[in-house]
């Protein structure tokens, strides 16, 4: 995001929307983005209403408003002379809206939103099968955001473990060869509000990549959130559960369940 | 709409957060607007808190009102609706099986109260996906109300300092805990965001 100077006043909304905290008051008082840790997800250009004043309107009314000693305080949801300028961005910083903007859609799945359909469409796509578990590990989620190298980390540390990367998921789409989980030089660098590493493996092997999970994350410099997915047994009852509980975890009692609508409903080959 | 997995609360808070939303594989999303039509048109008939589609925005927000959200709707487009208790829920899927508009639907809430929901409309669930919190450099997180807040957001865009921001406004009198939840869901783009669970995490600001 960029912020236009002639048009800005330094009221300061788009700074406390910013979910990086990219945002701050320069030392001429009008605000500037931190273009490092900007994600481009747009949440302030989106959120923030174009009160369309003309700035020196309301640089008018402040300085009434000081010799009174009075402050200008916009309402929080507006920005009060439309400064939140887009920008048109360029391959790799254009990854830093696919990944943080949900109303872009990723080229490379077809997927808005992190890029994954994940358990969501497992009725009619059978990407989990009897067996199987989906494992997935979104990075910078909540709040903190993460780099590719984060990603990176945690993704060559499950190298050993030979996992199935996900090939319709977008970060796995970024990896320069899914066996080492090695990410593209170009875009390591690149930060964004989450990422997912999605993983297909079996249920008997979900403790080993907990383990790897629990190992690694003193090195990052960032939060993640972990998920665990399978297709549930004919009578409803939930695989993976004790797996998960038998390694020593505590799994939430809220979820995602698909409920089996989709048709044609995918059939397994026994 | 993927970390609706991840929202945080008590066993007795989440009996309040229900999101209902459709997904459209890859595949299959020639000619599914006029399902994903159908579908938010049976939600809205149980009075959701929020409703909206990924690509159009939420009712939450400035200038979206349900009518438009339908009209505009494009094949694949994902779309959902939040309830804040099980019974609605379950006449929701009742309708949902009946209207048998086969695209895939999800529901993100308490396993127990959907698995029910599941059995007494005579469909067993398909899969199951849960989380296993947050690991990694937790040092890093806001205190748990803020936390809260922040994971009604599928995709996290109401960030901490906003949260703050509006519980300053909250305990400043410059607005009411509803009127501060609904300017939080704005920023919600999925419609995914429970108004309610926030005001009430909101209203604890005046308590203390």
Request: net charge negative; glycine share 8%; proline share 5%.
């Amino acid at each position: 995001m960029e912020i236009d100077k002639e048009k800005c006043v330094g009221c300061g909304n788009c700074h406390a929307i910013c979910p990086m905290g990219a945002i701050s008051l320069d030392v001429d008082g009008k605000s500037v983005v931190n273009q490092d840790e900007c994600v481009e997800c747009s949440t302030c250009y989106r959120v923030l209403r174009d009160e369309r004043y003309p700035p020196l309107f309301i640089r008018f009314i402040r300085s009434i408003l000081g010799a009174l000693n009075l402050q200008f305080m916009a309402v929080p949801d507006v920005c009060p002379t439309g400064a939140l300028t887009p920008p048109d961005l360029e391959y790799p910083r254009s990854l830093r809206a696919a990944f943080s903007d949900p109303t872009v859609v990723h080229a490379g799945t077809g997927v808005g939103g992190r890029g994954t359909e994940e358990i969501k469409t497992n009725d009619v796509t059978g990407r989990l099968l009897d067996g199987d578990a989906g494992i997935v590990i979104e990075l910078g989620r909540p709040g903190t955001g993460a780099h590719f190298r984060d990603v990176e980390k945690i993704a060559t540390a499950l190298i050993p473990l030979d996992p199935h990367f996900e090939e319709f998921n977008p970060v796995t789409q970024l990896m320069e060869d899914p066996k080492t989980g090695k990410i593209k030089p170009e875009v390591i660098d690149e930060k964004v509000l989450s990422a997912i590493i999605e993983v297909k493996t079996t249920l008997e092997k979900i403790p080993d990549y907990l383990a790897v999970l629990e190992n690694i994350q003193s090195e990052l410099d960032t939060v993640f959130s972990v998920g665990v997915a399978s297709k549930c047994l004919p009578d409803g009852s939930v695989p993976h559960q004790k797996w998960v509980e038998d390694a020593g975890y505590t799994l939430s009692p809220n979820g995602k369940t698909n409920l089996g609508l989709g048709r044609p409903l995918f059939k397994e080959v026994s | 709409m993927t970390n609706t997995l991840h929202r945080k609360g008590s066993t007795e808070d989440l009996k309040g957060d229900y999101v209902i939303f459709t997904s459209i594989a890859k595949d299959y999303k020639p000619g599914t607007a006029p399902k994903i039509h159908e579908f938010l048109k049976i939600c809205n008939k149980y009075g959701p808190i929020n409703i909206g589609s990924s690509k159009l925005g939420s009712v939450l927000q400035n200038d979206v009102e349900f009518n438009d959200l339908i009209t505009h709707l494009k094949d694949g487009s994902t779309s959902g609706a939040v309830f804040t208790d099980v019974e609605t829920l379950q006449k929701v899927i009742a309708d949902l099986i009946e209207a048998d508009l086969g695209i895939s639907i999800n529901v993100s809430g308490l396993l127990e109260g959907v698995h029910e929901c599941c059995g007494k409309n005579g469909i067993t669930r398909h899969s199951v996906e849960q989380s296993l919190g947050f690991w990694g450099a937790k040092d890093r997180l806001p205190e748990r109300d803020v936390l809260e807040i922040n994971t009604l957001c599928g995709h996290g865009l109401v960030s901490f300092n906003f949260i703050h921001k509006m519980m300053d406004e909250v305990r400043m009198r410059k607005c009411t805990p509803k009127e501060a939840a609904k300017i939080l869901g704005k920023c919600c783009e999925c419609a995914v965001f429970n108004t309610s669970r926030a005001e009430k995490l909101l209203e604890k600001v005046l308590e203390q």
